[in-house]
T-cell receptor, first 114, second 112 residues
Framework: GAGVSQSPSNKVTEKGKDVELRCDPISGHTALYWYRQSLGQGLEFLIYFQGNSAPDKSGLPSDRFSAERTGGSVSTLTIQRTQQEDSAVYLC????????????FGPGTRLTVL | AQSVTQLDSHVSVSEGTPVLLRCNYSSSYSPSLFWYVQHPNKGLQLLLKYTSAATLVKGINGFEAEFKKSETSFHLTKPSAHMSDAAEYFCVVSEWAGKSTFGDGTTLTVKP
């Protein structure tokens, strides 16, 4: 079946504008994750959804960042009033949940804030 | 709290020689450990995982890793490097559902 897809693949925006990034997880996966990867850096955890439970938002860097997951499937990460330091690759992953199951990653969205 | 340290930011080997990428972890529980690989301009792919079964784990492309609880290590090895192994490698620890911590990554360069 299809893997995790993300759109857009690239996004260039001006400082102060809002952006929305979309993630379509693998069908049947109950868990969905968002990460941020800055140039030459590891992955920074942002937020985690598991089924109908309240999301773990502990990794969101500021209140400009928010995410939702509709119908237990598609997720949207929203960044309001973008700043230049928000420039990074935003990665989405999905899994069957739990500690032992691996995550399947999408190709990412490269965000550039001018 | 969980954490992971990849001891080398860059490793360079010659084609056909062994590969060793080092990873130490810290965890209050019995964690699951993973290695992922990221080739240039490609997505992250799972190499192998440890989830409390056999301590020596075999993965794809000839890679393997050994979980050593006494040393809190999960080093990644391969007997003979190929040019196609050149990539970024991430060690990951997970002790809570949803709370995976990634290392900073090790860039592997393979020289002909």
């Amino acid at each position: 079946g299809a893997g995790v897809s993300q759109s857009p693949s690239n996004k260039v925006t001006e400082k102060g504008k809002d952006v929305e990034l979309r993630c379509d997880p693998i069908s049947g996966h109950t868990a969905l994750y968002w990460y941020r990867q800055s140039l030459g850096q590891g992955l920074e955890f942002l937020i985690y959804f598991q089924g109908n439970s309240a999301p773990d938002k502990s990794g969101l860097p500021s209140d400009r960042f928010s995410a939702e997951r509709t119908g237990g499937s598609v997720s949207t990460l929203t960044i309001q009033r973008t700043q230049q330091e928000d420039s990074a690759v935003y990665l989405c992953a999905s899994s069957f949940g739990g500690v032992r199951n691996e995550q399947f990653f999408g190709p990412g969205t490269r965000l550039t804030v001018l | 709290a969980q954490s992971v340290t990849q001891l080398d930011s860059h490793v360079s080997v010659s084609e056909g020689t062994p590969v060793l990428l080092r990873c130490n972890y810290s965890s209050s529980y019995s964690p699951s450990l993973f290695w992922y690989v990221q080739h240039p301009n490609k997505g992250l792919q799972l190499l192998l995982k440890y989830t409390s079964a056999a301590t020596l784990v075999k993965g794809i492309n000839g890679f393997e890793a050994e979980f050593k609880k006494s040393e809190t290590s999960f080093h990644l090895t391969k007997p003979s490097a190929h040019m196609s192994d050149a990539a970024e490698y991430f060690c990951v620890v997970s002790e809570w559902a949803g709370k995976s911590t990634f290392g900073d990554g090790t860039t592997l360069t393979v020289k002909p």
